[in-house]
């Protein structure tokens, strides 16, 4: 356990509807991530929150997504008109900058997504 | 373009037999390498970080080098166990800009019995 929660961990949906996920950060973390990952691929970046202020959008992150950090704490992510390839696993990171060798960067255990 | 380039892509060993993970990247400039370990269907959890100045850290059966003039990285693995079964990412910071995270695609290692 690394600290860092997200629920749900599994997520089995039909294709058009909306899905959201939460993230817990370790409570003194001030940046937040969130990631994904497809199977034999490593996580991509997608955007992050320094506090409340989204800062950062990939171009991954089309407008059915949208993320909120609404007081800096929890974070969500919802996917809006869900398609197969969002089928994914969902990852929150966070820590308190600065980044570097001293500060770990903690990971959830993700949250699962299934489109059908 | 910042990119993280891991081999090989799978690996199976017996158990107790000793493996060298590699990681090659393309990122400008440099802050700190990382590895992290990924059970399947599970977040990742760091091993080891390195900055410029580092060339190898350990952390029990884990040994990681860095040569930060060829950009490459190493992840040895000592002994191995049948828990080592896991995908190893590397991930690599850069010290300007905000989503500074590249992560490599990982190396998928299943030790055997």
């Known amino acids: 356990d690394t600290g860092v929660s997200q629920d749900p961990r599994h997520k089995i949906t039909k294709r058009g509807q909306n899905v959201t996920f939460r993230c817990d950060p370790i409570s003194e973390h001030n940046r937040l991530y969130w990631y994904r990952q497809t199977l034999g691929q490593g996580p991509e970046f997608l955007t992050y929150?320094?506090?409340?202020?989204?800062?950062?959008k990939s171009r991954l992150l089309s407008d059915r997504f949208s993320a909120e950090r609404p007081k800096g704490s929890f974070s969500t992510l919802e996917i809006q008109r869900t398609e197969q390839g969002d089928s994914a696993m969902y990852l929150c990171?966070?820590?308190?900058?600065?980044?570097?060798?001293?500060?770990?960067?903690?990971f959830g255990e993700g949250s699962w997504l299934t489109v059908v | 373009k910042n990119q993280v380039e891991q081999s090989p892509q799978s690996l199976i060993i017996l158990e107790g037999k000793n493996c060298t993970l590699q990681c090659n990247y393309t990122v400008s400039p440099f802050s700190n390498l990382r590895w992290y370990k990924q059970d399947t269907g599970r977040g990742p959890v760091s091993l080891t970080i390195?900055?410029?100045?580092?060339n190898t850290k350990s952390n029990g059966r884990y040994t990681a080098t860095l040569d930060a003039d060829t950009k490459q990285s190493s992840l040895h693995i000592t002994a191995s166990q049948l828990s080592d079964s896991a995908s190893y990412i590397c991930v690599v910071s850069a010290r300007s800009g905000y989503s500074t995270l590249t992560f490599g695609k990982g190396t998928m290692l299943l030790v055997s019995p």
């Open positions: 929150f320094q506090n409340e202020a989204q800062l950062e």
């Open positions: 390195m900055t410029f100045s580092e």
């Open positions: 990171a966070t820590y308190t900058p600065p980044e570097g060798p001293g500060n770990t960067i903690y």
